[in-house]
């Protein structure tokens, strides 16, 4: 049974950092490539990053890049994202899927706010 679990959210004033991660399980994680999404509330879920099966490329969305970090670590089935400068239109529920699985998990909250 494929399970993604997100974690690292929470409540964070503009400009300060969260670490969000998601453990996988249920399938050859190192075999997919791996993204993180979000969706804000009255809006669609959008891409924020992604990483190829062995971590050596990543993409990320014009409005985040410089700013996010995407990495996995295959020996721990686990993906990060590292996000600094946060900005109050970011919050969201982030939400790290397996490439071409329709599989989603609970998500984490970030909530960016002074």
């Known amino acids: 049974q494929v399970q993604l679990v997100e974690s690292g959210g929470g409540l964070v004033q503009p400009g300060g950092s969260l670490r969000l991660s998601c453990v996988a399980s249920?399938?050859?994680?190192?075999?997919?490539?791996m993204r993180w999404y979000r969706q804000a509330p009255g809006k669609e879920r959008e891409l924020v990053a992604s990483?190829?099966?062995?971590?050596?490329?990543?993409t990320y969305a014009d409005s985040v890049a410089g700013r996010f970090t995407i990495v996995r670590d295959n020996a721990k089935n686990t993906v990060v994202l590292q996000a600094n400068s946060l900005k109050a239109e970011e919050t969201a529920v982030y939400f790290c899927?397996?490439?071409?699985?329709?599989?989603w998990g609970q998500g984490t909250q970030v909530t960016v706010s002074s």
């Open positions: 899927n397996a490439a071409g699985l329709r599989y």
């Open positions: 249920g399938f050859t994680f190192s075999g997919y490539a």
């Open positions: 990483i190829s099966s062995s971590g050596g490329i990543t």
